[in-house]
């Protein structure tokens, strides 16, 4: 399979540089910088992510949380039932439950991934999901940690200057429900802690 240089150089604006490029260097110089770009940049997108996990996870241990597991990872679709497809056919999801939250202004459905919890959230009307849809688009949308005690979680967390932007309270042992936590904390990713 061969490349030509221009299907290389149309990604780079018709600059100066481009044209510089198109003539004066060699293909096989052109492949060599582009696999090196390619090298450089795409672990880094993982990297990011993991390191965010690793610095909550540490944060959590030096707050003397106990993190159960991780729940699930949240995605903002324009779409659930042209999001399914993906999710049940092509990746073997299982759906645990869909259902519609009002307060939320969002249509949820839950899946299993192999071990992993996917939450799909479709807007349903203004509100916090609508406006990351129109800003960002479809895609990662936060990660939830399950902990033992929500309580605790949040006094530490608040304690420590982390500032929660999202509290939901249920009856339950230990202060169970759902809270957020600002994300400029947390390396730029929307964190949930649930129990």
């Not at 039932?81 to 307060?103: F, H, N, Q, T």
Request: charge should be positive; hydrophobic fraction near 50%; aromatic fraction near 6%.
């Amino acid at each position: 399979m061969s490349v030509s240089l221009d299907a290389i150089t149309h990604l780079i604006p018709n600059s100066q540089p481009a044209r510089i490029m198109r003539s004066a260097i060699s293909p096989l110089f052109a492949i060599s910088i582009l696999f090196i770009l390619l090298r450089l940049l795409l672990p880094l997108l993982g990297v990011i992510l993991l390191k965010a996990i690793e610095n909550i996870l540490t944060l959590c241990k030096v707050i003397e949380l106990k993190i159960m597991k991780i729940a699930h990872l949240g995605i903002v679709v324009r779409s659930i039932d042209k999001a399914l497809p993906l999710w049940e056919i092509a990746l073997k999801g299982e759906v645990s439950y869909r259902k519609a939250y009002e307060r939320e202004n969002a249509e949820i459905a839950m899946l299993k991934v192999g071990n992993v919890n996917i939450e799909l959230l479709e807007p349903i009307g203004e509100g916090v999901l609508k406006r990351f849809l129109d800003k960002r688009g479809e895609g990662f949308h936060h990660i939830a940690f399950r902990v033992s005690d929500l309580n605790k979680a949040e006094k530490k967390f608040n304690s420590l200057g982390f500032e929660t932007i999202e509290s939901s309270r249920q009856d339950g042992v230990n202060g169970g429900g759902a809270l957020f936590f600002n994300p400029k904390f947390t390396m730029g990713i929307l964190m949930e802690i649930i129990s």
